[in-house]
């Protein structure tokens, strides 16, 4: 049974342009959370979405950053116009229903580094 | 507003001995509480958690973590270290009252736990 599955693993991309992070979440999981991990910080709460809908973004940055969790497909973390400050691992966990009470299943991260 | 804090960086144990790693919490009303573990350039995996019950909860590796509610805190303990439990250990905490989102895990900022032979 496979975990949460994030890609890619690395991503390098220049200042100004575009990195879009995936995330397929296990089977039968259909809440989907995204967490950044800055350097020598914990995990920041972005967004959490369930099938074709944004449920909480309230720690999403208001520019630049969108995610969407398709009735089809993986989920998508999407970064515009990319800064040297979003160098960062991103981190897709996923849940099967929504609970309090439940733990996240965690992907092994996509980190981005913006030369 | 709920906050987790890990006041110690890096803990360091010889191996055989028994370990501690700190957490508090502050949160309205009563919280779950929740130990995550970190590998060199992976995910995050789920050790245990508090939701209600026997303060003394006990996990995977041999680990457990004691609910006190008056200290509000949730350390993580284990009885005998290995050198194979050196990692990044993660405190979080979900508010139970907070009507929001049931994802959002708030963490600490994450204790690194070296186990020397």
């Known amino acids: 049974n496979a975990g949460v599955m994030q890609n890619p693993r690395h991503l390098v991309r220049r200042r100004g342009q575009e990195a879009r992070l995936r995330c397929s979440p296990m089977?039968?999981?259909?809440?989907v959370y995204w967490y950044r991990q800055l350097p020598e910080e914990g995990l920041k709460f972005m967004v959490y979405l369930q099938k074709e809908n944004i449920i909480d973004e309230s720690g999403m940055p208001k520019e630049r950053f969108s995610a969407e969790f398709p009735k089809e497909g993986p989920s998508i973390l999407r970064i515009q116009q990319v800064v040297r400050g979003d160098s960062a691992a991103y981190f897709c966990?996923?849940?099967?229903?929504?609970?309090?009470?439940?733990?996240?299943?965690f992907g092994e991260g996509s980190r981005l580094t913006v030369l | 507003a709920q906050s987790v804090a890990q006041p110690e960086d890096q803990v360091n144990v010889a191996e055989g001995n028994p370990l501690t790693v700190k957490c508090t919490y502050s949160v309205s009303g009563n919280p779950y509480l929740f130990w995550y573990v970190q590998y060199p350039n992976r995910g995050l995996q789920f050790l245990l958690k508090y939701i209600t019950g026997d303060n003394l909860v006990k996990g995977s590796y041999g680990f457990e973590a004691e609910f006190n509610k008056s200290q509000t805190s949730f350390h993580l303990k284990k009885p005998s270290a290995l050198v194979s439990d050196s990692a990044l250990y993660f405190c979080?905490?979900?508010?139970?009252?907070?009507?929001?989102?049931?994802?959002?895990?708030?963490f600490g900022k994450g204790t690194k736990l070296s186990v020397k032979p």
């Open positions: 089977k039968g999981h259909s809440h």
């Open positions: 979080a905490v979900r508010d139970r009252v907070y009507g929001g989102s049931q994802g959002n895990l708030i």
């Open positions: 966990a996923s849940s099967p229903v929504a609970s309090n009470t439940g733990e996240l299943f």
